[in-house]
């Protein structure tokens, strides 16, 4: 699949994106890769080559040439890049400043269309009425008042039909309407200080452990330099002793220290009695104990006999949306409940001892993390709760068998178990996720973006036009956005391919940098950076957006109830003020 069927225009980032991609041994590469980006001109760009003089602003444009000499004209600037070697592309006007406030105005004419067509209406009305006397308004009184005593009878009768009517139209709603579900508060894992792994204590832990060859260590070395990962990131108690030990008895007690320390923190900040939970889901993609990770919570916090408990494993790190997708559901028959959603991974049984490139990748991006996540249907709770649950769209390509393959968990050559990611991912992960904003679309954009996505759509079906699809602005539906830190190339991809800025990217970029890819709880940890920083208002609509294996692309609209302050033991906590910083690539630098 082509990447530009869903980017509008060629307005690439200037800045070149780092390879995460290595040679194999059979010629394929290995997943997570990004192509170097080209600068297009811009309209700026244009204007500042094609100026014809070397007065005022032209000169410090041009700041090499003589002060009495012209500056270059286009065509002779273009003849010189066409010498040297280099494509030349005409700027992207989509893109300049000047359109951009047509295509505001546009939105927003569309938008407020019903409100601009009644204004004049209404004006015309009040015109009309002040030039009318107080005697014609007499005479319109009396003859309606003699009108309304012929049809007294008539008038009785439609009014009782239609108040029965209406009365057993608003209980038909009030019965049949899904319950509103309200995100009371969550709680993010942060991993002791002596659980961090720097990139130097990683390296030399993997060459000390003895089964990774001399070049699985150098090319998880490269990985980790260019990986967007900071040095702050924690692996499990088990994978710091030397050598290993990463037995059943290790994975549970990765397991408990986590979803308890997520647990505890969220029992503490909203009072709510472990007693009181009625509804439990808990996802793990690759550690499916028996009893289960739901049933180590029951056993631990004394839940009641009656609680309807759930464990999810096997799906990715979009699970996390499954989960409130599930509880969500759930919370519809189930009157004044509360839902707990537990999110996290497992890396003690699953870490990877062999030397296959496409499963070394996850060593290097995979680390600790859960998430806790308390849901109410009361409608009491809402006063008190931070966000209410509005979509949650969900994408499964699992029926075509590359997408099927692209995350996937197998043996290699010398039948070690590990996960292996398909040089396909990134064309998988675009397929996905273009399914998905399709349908999320009409759900959240306003009305303009929708006619223009239609208009385009329309134009290139019945005309067999080759132009772009017109990718919608998903910063008019969105205020923050909350993408699956899932490494810095699913990052820059989307960040590419939807058209967002620096800022909306922030929280996902930080998180990778501080926690790494925590797999399900990621978005969480995300969604804490941006009240950490405080830029979540009241009405401010919130988008997460995971993917998984299978392969899925799922994504959860929230919207903010008030303005939304940090909880205590945030994550973030002691360390908020020294983000965001800025992602180096180590070979850059080098």
Known sequence: MNRSDFRSGGGASPQHSAHLCEQSGDGASAPLALENTYHHPTAMDARRLACPAPRGPCRRMFPSSPKNQRAPCLRTRMETERRRGQSWRLPDFSQSVNLKYVKLGYHYLVTHFLTLLLVPLMAAILLEAARTDLDELRHLWLRLKYNLQLTTIATIVSWLACSAFLVFGTAVYVTTRPRPVYLVDYACYRPPPELKAPFRWFVQQSQLCGRFDEWAVEFQRRILERSGLGQDTCLPIALHYSP???????????????????????????????????????????????????????????????????????????????????????????????????????????????????????????????????????????????????????????????????????????????????????????????????????????????????????????????????IPDFKLAFDHFCIHAGGRAVIDELEKNLQLRPADVEASRMTLHRFGNTSSSSIWYELSYTEAKGRMRKGHRLWQIAFGSGFKCNSAVWQALRHVKPSPDSPWEGCIDCYPVEIIDATESN
Request: charged content about 20%.
């Open 244 to 470: 290993p030990r990463p037995s059943m008895s290790a994975a549970r007690d990765e397991a408990e220290q986590a979803m308890f320390g997520a647990l505890d923190s969220l029992f503490r900040n909203t009072g709510v009695k472990p007693r009181d939970i009625g509804l439990l889901v808990v996802n793990c993609g690759l550690f499916s104990p028996t009893p289960s990770l739901s049933a180590m919570i029951v056993n631990h916090y004394k839940l009641r006999g009656n609680v309807r408990s759930f464990n999810l494993a096997g799906m990715g790190c979009s699970a996390g949306v499954i989960a409130v997708d599930l509880a969500r559901d759930l919370l519809q028959v189930h009157r004044a409940t509360y839902a707990v959603v537990v999110s996290t991974e497992n890396l003690t049984r699953n870490w990877y001892w062999g030397n296959r490139k496409s499963m070394l990748i996850p060593n290097c991006l995979f680390r600790v993390g859960a998430a806790a996540v308390l849901l109410s249907n009361r409608s009491a709770d809402r006063r008190r709760a931070k966000y209410k649950l509005l979509h949650v769209v969900r994408t499964h390509h699992g029926a075509d068998d590359k997408a099927f393959r692209g995350v996937y968990q197998q043996q290699d050559e010398a039948g070690i178990v590990g996960v292996s990611l398909s040089k396909y991912l990134m064309v998988i992960a675009g397929e996905a996720l273009k399914v998905n904003i399709t349908t999320l679309g009409p759900l959240v954009l306003p009305v303009s973006e929708q006619l223009l996505f239609f208009a385009t759509l329309l134009a290139k079906k019945l005309f067999a036009a080759k132009a772009k699809p017109y």
